[in-house]
Structure formats: structure tokens, C-alpha cells
């Protein structure tokens, strides 16, 4: 068992030091090659903060785990929503947000939705995951051009300039970090599923309450982190963006890619449970945004206990769901 904790333990720091060093050093990397900052925060940061979930994701189900792969992605949503946004809204109150964020809230609610609609069959298949694929390709495509045309709306170039911060003191620096960031979270991948795998079936807790719970925050870690740092700056599109755009990407590349690779299997908690209260959570922060002008303390400490309950309920129940 200290084994299997061990690993877990390893396999988070992994992951996170390897998403990272993935981002930082693929940014440093694109402003090199003159690469804007708009496609940068779009595309690089977009999939560079979602690396752990896409690798713990395969990982998982390539090892006969498909429910770990599924509660990573349902999981990671909920997590960015209740928990990173709670948290966020509790160190800074979120406000001023423009209407690019309120356009990708949206959106992503819109692919949760898609979810939902998903995870109604038995299994998602290689044909649904491609179609996830193909619409992300749309997604990128006209949130690019969207982007440029609105000159008030820079949710992703600001993404990009939170990841500008630390400056490389050589040029070699990047390519190595990005790199050493790739092959972290490849083996923080493997470390955290075998890890999680064998805790969960050596105290009879399903694998989709091990993929919902700690792999799910686990893989969240890039996110949470750069949610704090923003708070603490002020930077309310950073944190919004960084959350809306990990959740569409979630659903679209990780588990679109995942089905690709293997089809992944549907347990029934995912249609009564987790992807409800995962479509609630993509109305709640939709609504927020349409609504209010601030998202204050007050909705970060009930996002936060929401979360706590969720993650009781999820434990409490696990055994029989």
C-alpha cells in the first residue's frame, strides 16, 4: 500500500512539474518563431495545460481502466468549476470579464451537453471520438478568427502573457524544458494510474470514484496553480479563460482522442451522477456570467463547499454507485 501512495505522490508531482515545463517552454519556443500571442494562448496553452488529463486519460484506458479515463475528464470539469473557480473567487473577487468569456462559457457548456448526449450509449466510440476531434478543429478555427476581429476581447492572448513571466536566461533552455516537461508527464501519468488503480481496487473503491477524485484534481493541478497566481494579479480573464478553455478542450481533445485510441466504456453513474452535476456546474458558471458583474466570496465559498459535498457523496456512495 506505501508503495501505491508512493506512486500516486510521484506521479502528481510529475504532473504537474511537467505541465509546467510542457507550457512555459512551448511558449518560449512560439515567441521565438513569431508566433502570436492570440494562437499561442489558443492553441499552445490550450493543450499544454490539458496534457495530464490527455496522458493519465490514454494511459488509463489503454491499461483496462476506462472509467478512471472518463472520471478523469467528468472529474477535471467539475474540479475547474467548483473547486479552482471557488478558490479563485475567494482569494479575488472575478469581475470585468468581457464578452469572449461569456462567448466561450458557452461553448462550453454547449460540449457538455455533448457529453451528457455521449455517455447515454454503452460506449463512446472511435466515430464520436473523431467527430470530438473535428469539432475542435472548428472551435479553434473560429475562436482564432473571432478573436482577431474583436479588438476589446484577448482572453487567450492574456493567457499566453500569464506564461511569460518567467524568462528563459538561454534559448537552448526552452526546447529542453518542454522536453523534460513531455517526459514527466508521461511517466507522472503511468505512476499516478498504477497507483490509483491498485488503492482503489485494494480497498473495493470503484475506479470511476478514483478518476472523479484524486486523479481528476491531480490532473487539475496546472490549472489551479495558474488560477491562483492569476487571482492574486487581479487577472479575472486569465482565470475564466484558463478554466472555460480546459473544460472544452477536456471533452473535445482529451476524450476524443481517447476513444480514438480505445473506445472507452459508460458506467451508469456517469448518466444518473457525474456528468449532471458536470453539465449543473457549466450552468452555474454560464449563468454567473450572463447575471452578475462579480463573482465575489460569497460564490467562491459555496462553490467550494458544493465541491466538499460532492466529493463526500461521491465517497460515501462510491462502494454501491
Known sequence: MLHDLLL????????????EGLVRGSVAIAERLGISKLLIGLVIVGFGTSTPELMVSVNAAIDGAPEIALGNVVGSNIANILLIVGVAAVIAPIMGWDRTAVREAMVATLVAFAAFALVQGAVITR??????????VGYLF????LERRDRKGRSFQHEAEEFEDVRLARPWLAPVLAIAGIAALVFGADMLVDGAVNIARGYGVPDAVIG???????????????AIVAAIRRHSDVVLGNVIGSNIFNILAILGVTAVIQPIEVSARF??????????ASLLLLALLFATRSIGKPWGIAMLVAYALYMAVLFSNGSVA
Not at 500516486?8 to 505541465?19: S, T
Not at 473560429?142 to 478568427?145: P, T, V
Not at 472523479?212 to 495558474?226: D, F, K, N, W, Y
Open 142 to 145: 473560429s475562436s482564432y478568427w
Open 127 to 136: 466515430i464520436e471520438g473523431i467527430a470530438m476531434l473535428a469539432v475542435l
Open 212 to 226: 472523479l477524485s484524486l486523479v481528476a484534481i491531480g490532473t487539475s493541478l496546472p490549472e489551479l496553480a495558474t
Open 8 to 19: 500516486v505522490a510521484a506521479g502528481l508531482v510529475l504532473l504537474f512539474v511537467g505541465g
Open 271 to 280: 448518466r444518473d451522477i457525474d456528468t449532471l452535476i458536470m453539465l449543473g
